[in-house]
């Protein structure tokens, strides 16, 4: 029966065949089918949920579609260079050749269910990479084996140490000619603070790069020059050859440093070597030493390292062995919900896409229990049912319909339409209940996921519809838009009335833009890019004030006195003892909320503020004087205080890395110091120089299009946020100015 009904859903699947078929993607008929029978119940321990981390181009999503290649998931052999990968489905994506929005891809290899996110690179898109992060039990970290660990790689790496996940390390490229192996385990060493397993030895440099000599098991794995890749050979390396004489002796100094680090790093394999294996160490099993690096792995006192070139079709097939050896199954990640949820469900939302005919489709991590299509479910955050028509296994950009789905597993659903990222689901209101008091006594209180860190916006515009006409259409996309990106932010300014949009960053902004216009059909007009600054205070000041004021026939009067001063990070507020002693709880409220509402608006540019603390040294009203009131008498009052403080603008700094060949540096540095940048160290990399710079955020805009002119298009950088700093009084004095229109 459960046959039958596979071949009806392919049957009913036809739309995405087809979409696929203009791609010139098609399933392989008879493989094809085999596999999706399995789309169920794949047994947990079986399952990989697994991120690829790297810096952007150094072949993530080429090493993706060589693995939906080798996997019998697609005919054809992607290709970034040409846009027509499977994950990069985007049409921005596919134009700039990066990947924005993380794809899951399921695929099995190996009697393995994969489920694979391919994470964006680009820095204005960590928070997407985050989200990924905390659904995934392990993480493929992909190099540019001629450059070793970049900056976005750093950062990604620190965020898979944030939530203990375990890594493999694949050096990609290993075909350039400046590709090089030690220099990628120094880096791994240095920049990653990681412990690099080295599992095998490539063969063949640059060009003649041809496979490598697994370490486990002693095997030369090689792949013709040119072919797609699909069948190499496989045999044991032997002392006799002649040809193979150096290598062999290369493979043997590697293995037995390889057992030696084994044995350092896990207790149990070097008591195996010691007693078992003593007089000859090269004799232990692989399976031994396999068992062991696994161990090493999951625990992260180790990562290993496998090389390949995922172009060039060498490599990949191993690495998705190791993918199954080595990276843990959802079972193998205790999480506190499975044990408070048991067999009930526990979802998390980690990705909302829109799709024109379905609607918004959610991606969910199972953590417990089993997902059905056309279900009632219970969002914890929202707190609210909502119905689940469809349930899906995702597969890029085109999906196949199933019934049901346990824990460990990714799924795509349908008709969740008001689910947000980072919401929990669960079966039912009850249930959460009965998870919340199991929690709960064991001392623990959200049962709900924490929900992903969303970083503030840096940089803002205003954004206008071509008519008033498609205003209401234009807050739907934004609407849509902002559920699928929380780093996203709209607002409606005050005194304008105009919509604004705040961003992580320029390459960000433009490309919500340009999403607006080609996924909803509007052409909207963006204002010019402004920098999220903030403001602090300089000095202590106090002040009183008095409201007095007559709203029909109610007399409303209220005074206040307070003092602000600057106290480094986040705003607070204070009630002197005696002023909280008389004080309702519903007073301290309005009081506080007077205050908060004016640490929102700085008195200099109305920028939040920062760095401030507030103690309320009186608060008197006369009867019947409104809450809202004393509210506002607090605003005004603080308004004053703050305007005696003496205010102080706060811009981003951003932590900057330009890597240039050297005949460029010279240009580069002058740009920079244009652009008020420090540069902080100057380092050498095999020909290139590695620049590490502080500079405003202010001043980066337009820099990769001036990056490319100066050096022909042959540096690369990469910005992050890195501080708030104070800027000087007379940058001040011009900002000032310019904002009120004097200059
Ligand atoms: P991503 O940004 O990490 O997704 O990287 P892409 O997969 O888009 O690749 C970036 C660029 O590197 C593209 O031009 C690829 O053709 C190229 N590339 C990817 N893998 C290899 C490789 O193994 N060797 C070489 N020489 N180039 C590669
Ligand atoms: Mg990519």
Known sequence: MIWVKYFLV?????WAANRFRKRSYSFIPGDEVKSLRSVPSPDVSKIRNIGIMAHIDAGKTTTTERMLYYSGYTRALGDVDDGDTVTDFMAQERERGITIQSAAVTFDWKGHRINLIDTPGHVDFTLEVERALRVLDGAVAVFDAS??????????WRQADKHHVPCICFLNKMDKPAANLSFCLESIRQKLKANPVLLQIPIGRGRNFSGVVDLLTNQKLSWKPTDDGRFFDTKTLSESRQEEAELFREVQLARTALIEQVADLDDEFAEILLSDYSDNFDVVPYVKLREAVRRITLTRKGVPVLCGSSLRNKGVQPLLDAITAFLPAP????????????DDLCALAFKVLHDKQRGPLVFLRIYSGTLKAQTALYNINRNSTERMSRLLVPFADQHVEIQSMTAGNIALTVGLKKTVTGDTIVSSKASAANAARLATSEGRKGVALSGVEVPDPVFFCTIEPPT??????LEKALNNLQREDPSLKIRIDPDSGQTILCGMGELHIEIIHDRIRREYGIQTHLGPLQVAYRETILHHASATDT???????KRHIATVELNVRHVPGSCLVEFAEEVAANLSEDMKEAVANGVDSSYLQGPLLGYPLQDVSTQIQRVNMEPGTSLAMVSACVSRCMLKALKLAGGQILEPVMSMEVTVEEEHLGVVLGDLAQRRGTVRDIQSRHDNKLLLASVPLAETRGYSTTLRTLTSGKATFSLELDTYEAMNTQEQNILVKRMAGLL
């Open 331 to 342: 079972d193998e990640r205790a999480h506190d919900l499975m044990r408070w949820y048991k």
């Open 147 to 156: 450059a070793g660990v970049e900056a976005q790689t750093m950062t990604v």
């Open 547 to 553: 409201l007095d004021r007559s709203v029909g026939e």
């Open 10 to 14: 392919l049957r009913r699947g036809r």
């Open 468 to 473: 008033m006409a498609k205003q209401d259409d």
